[in-house]
């Protein structure tokens, strides 16, 4: 009896091991999914829209809905728009093609903690505002910093592509900067 609990112990801790990634193993995973994020980033969106504003690429993403996806892939702007929906991925990168098309360098940012949900924003600098402007999901919100919006979001971690922002730069938390 004592060998099949030995054995059984082994097992439920390899099973344990296979099931709940190491902190660098999810860590991989989201700099992918990142990457893959930015990279996906197709400013033409917004010559096919006609967006010329600031206003305009807000006025085009409130009117996408947010939809949680069973599938983990990443949809072109152009299949979320004809959908009409995405998820945080999906969302991200059409806010990011319509900033790029108006002349905006866009950043995006995937914010993590120690559960399998991640969630994935883009911002940018505005310094006329004195203030950065994230689309998050459907929603564009403005923030005096960045590292309170992931406080204020309840994730404890976070990594981001393109312009570093001096509040990340000078951030005791992890941050994991990537730069193409």
Do not use: A, F, N, R
């Given at each position: 009896m004592l060998f099949t609990l030995a054995t059984l112990a082994i097992l439920s801790y390899a099973t344990y091991k296979i099931l709940v990634p190491s902190k660098q193993t999810k860590e991989a995973e989201l700099k992918y999914i990142l990457i893959t994020a930015y990279h996906s980033i197709d400013p033409s969106v917004g010559k096919l829209l006609g967006v010329q504003s600031l206003q305009d690429v807000m006025d085009v993403m409130t009117q996408i809905e947010y939809r949680k996806d069973t599938v983990d892939d990443i949809k072109s702007p152009e299949l979320t728009l004809k959908r009409g929906y995405g998820d945080c991925k999906d969302l991200s990168v059409l806010s990011a093609s319509l900033l790029a098309y108006i002349g905006i360098e866009p950043s995006m940012m995937i914010m993590y903690n120690d559960t399998p949900i991640a969630h994935i924003v883009t911002f940018f600098y505005c310094d006329r505002k004195n203030a950065y402007y994230v689309f998050d999901n459907n929603a564009v919100l403005t923030t005096d910093s960045i590292e309170e919006y992931v406080v204020e979001?309840?994730?404890?971690?976070?990594?981001?592509?393109?312009?570093?922002?001096?509040?990340?730069?000078?951030?005791?938390?992890?941050?994991?900067?990537i730069y193409q």
């Open positions: 979001s309840k994730y404890t971690d976070y990594m981001y592509i393109g312009e570093c922002p001096t509040c990340l730069s000078e951030s005791s938390q992890q941050i994991i900067g």
